[in-house]
């Protein structure tokens, strides 16, 4: 893991470069990515050229996601490449709650027994 490390760390090159690394690390082509992001492939294109277009914060999160790297390091070049146990986990905006009830269900529904989640999940998509 310490040789790893090290050389994730001393990679950090201009964040086309990172985006390259990131969707070659995860065995995807520019329009493999591109559909996982929902966007053009010409976009990824762009974005790992040189004087190429940069994408916006959220498709970077995307990014960072789809390719299961560091979000911090995709875009800034800091820290490890690999997303991993030592750092929070890049979100979508998606995945957190809208309103304060559906925190409310959330927060319930970690208090239910792993056991019983599933038929707890389907009643509700039947219920509804």
Do not use: Y
Not at 82 to 104: C, F, Q, W
């Amino acid at each position: 893991m310490g040789e790893l490390r090290t050389r994730e760390l001393a990679f950090a090159g201009p964040r086309p470069t990172r985006i390259r690394h990131a969707r070659r690390l995860a065995g995807m082509t520019q329009a493999a990515l591109a559909e996982e992001v929902g966007i053009g492939a010409s976009a990824v294109a762009q974005w790992e050229l040189p004087n190429g277009t940069s994408p916006t914060v959220d498709h970077l999160e995307k990014i960072a996601i789809v390719c299961g790297v560091s979000f911090e390091w995709l875009a800034t070049g800091r820290g490890v490449v690999a997303s991993g146990a030592h750092e929070t986990p890049a979100l979508m905006g998606s995945e957190l709650a809208a309103d304060h009830t559906e925190d409310r269900l959330l927060v319930a529904f970690r208090r239910v027994p792993p056991r019983k989640r599933d038929a707890l999940v389907r009643w509700m998509e039947e219920f509804f």
